[in-house]
Nanobody, 124 residues
Framework: QVQLVESGGGLVQAGDSLRLSCAASGRTFSRYAMGWFRQAPGKEREFVAAISWSGGTTYYADSVKGRFTISRDNAKNTVYLQMNSLKPEDAAVYYC?????????????????WGQGTQVTVSS
């Protein structure tokens, strides 16, 4: 089993950067693909990025491609989401999730474990 705790959210100005972290428990962290999702008020939870077991394969939603970077450090049981050039439309609660697959996809149904989320607010 995996327990996930996100951190690093906050209030920033448009154009600023944030790095979110997701700390995972358990000794099998490296056996999970990991993903980041976000949910804004009144909207469905949407896929942001995913990373494979080893970190060698990544996948991004078109809306964040070129601005966000997902990475992982299996020795530290941690997944990161580096967010650059933030826009007001990026404001949401961001969730990390674990998927028992080699490479995670964009479907929220694929993910077995979820964190509680961290709030990102972007002012214009």
């Amino acid at each position: 089993q995996v327990q996930l705790v996100e951190s690093g959210g906050g209030l920033v100005q448009a154009g600023d950067s944030l790095r979110l972290s997701c700390a995972a428990s358990g000794r099998t962290f490296s056996r999970y693909a990991m993903g980041w999702f976000r949910q804004a008020p009144g909207k469905e939870r949407e896929f942001v990025a995913a990373i494979s077991w080893s970190g060698g394969t990544t996948y991004y939603a078109d809306s964040v491609k070129g601005r966000f970077t997902i990475s992982r450090d299996n020795a530290k049981n941690t997944v990161y989401l580096q967010m650059n050039s933030l826009k007001p439309e990026d404001a949401a609660v961001y969730y990390c999730a674990a998927n028992r697959a080699v490479v995670g996809g964009p479907g929220r149904y694929e993910y077995d474990y979820w964190g509680q989320g961290t709030q990102v607010t972007v002012s214009s």
